[in-house]
Nanobody, 118 residues
Framework: QVQLVESGGGSVQPGGSLRLSCTGS????????MGWYRQAPGKQRELVAT???????NYADSVKGRFTISRENAKNKVYLQMDSLKTEDTGVYYC????????????WGQGTQVTVSA
């Protein structure tokens, strides 16, 4: 049973920074892709950033230049450094991980709240 556990959410003023962490467990296979999604109140869940084991990244346009994703593949960890936070970054942030061996599957963490307000 794959488990993804997030930490690092909280409240911050606009312009501030937060760092999210996620640790995956429960599989002997590597996570081909790990990343972060978020869901604001009343909105659909959206991609924030993803990274493959080969360090190929994908960012939402709204966070490019402000957020940085990184991974420790051997430890099944993924991080999201969030700088220059804006009020519109508020939401629940979910860790996501995809394995492709032996079959493709996708797992989600329980989510961590990020609130940006003055």
């Amino acid at each position: 049973q794959v488990q993804l556990v997030e930490s690092g959410g909280g409240s911050v003023q606009p312009g501030g920074s937060l760092r999210l962490s996620c640790t995956g467990s429960g599989t002997i296979f590597s996570f081909a892709v790990m990343g972060w999604y978020r869901q604001a109140p009343g909105k659909q869940r959206e991609l924030v950033a993803t990274m493959t084991t080969g360090a190929v990244t994908n960012y939402a346009d709204s966070v490019k230049g402000r957020f940085t994703i990184s991974r420790e593949n051997a430890k099944n960890k993924v991080y999201l450094q969030m700088d220059s936070l804006k009020t519109e970054d508020t939401g629940v942030y979910y860790c996501n991980a995809e394995t492709r061996v032996p079959t493709r599957r996708e797992d989600w963490g329980q989510g961590t709240q990020v609130t940006v307000s003055a």
